[in-house]
């Protein structure tokens, strides 16, 4: 069981819809993230919210449009996505403290795999 | 140079024999490490956070070298279910959490 929900686990588009990915979490956790993983890749890290402002934004293309409308829910919007973008989404989150650094681990979603054609 | 780098593997690895890697990082700022484990078509889950004067849980012990910039995973004991891809993780200021490339591990009978 996982304590960070991912709508939906699977998702089919093509290039000139407009959908949304979906991420919930009751942990109390004040950092959300967004991370894209391709086959056989690492996750790549997309953007950061810390309590529900944008703090990171890995130069990701506009095509992709986060959302953080609570502390528990975080929205990925995507719009005429492309081919390559096919992956699988993870949504994380991870207690926000004061400082620097936070030393705890991220929680992970199940995923959303996405599949553009 | 890569922030956090790992070599890929495979590692083949006999059931009950002991295996150990690394994963490199080039920032020397890096406060936090942690190890994550992924099967296939699955997310990462937590294996342990990596401590300064290093820690262990069950069969897993994990170290932190700070003067030569690298964490260490040591699997004692190997079962099937080991098998998987593990992936350090390196915490930046800001909120930033890096992965590295991962390590793959199959435990073989």
Known sequence: ?117 | RKEVEQDPGPFNVPEGATVAFNCTYSNSASQSFFWYRQDCRKEPKLLMSVYSSGNEDGRFTAQLNRASQYISLLIRDSKLSDSATYLCVREAAGNKLTFGGGTRVLVKP
Not at chain 1, 29 to 45: D, F, I, N, T, V
């Open chain 1, 1 to 117: 069981d996982t304590e960070v929900t991912q709508t939906p686990k699977h998702l089919v588009m093509g290039m000139t819809n407009k959908k949304s990915l979906k991420c919930e979490q009751h942990m109390g956790h004040r950092a959300m993230y967004w991370y894209k993983q391709k086959a056989k890749k690492p996750p790549e890290l997309m953007f950061v919210y810390s309590y529900e402002k944008l703090s990171i934004n890995e130069s990701v293309p506009s095509r992709f449009s986060p959302e953080c409308p609570n502390s528990s829910l975080l929205n990925l919007h995507l719009h005429a996505l492309q081919p390559e973008d096919s992956a699988l989404y993870l949504c994380a989150s991870r207690p926000q403290v004061q400082g620097a650094y936070s030393g705890s681990p991220l929680h992970f979603g199940n995923g959303t795999r996405l599949t553009v054609t």
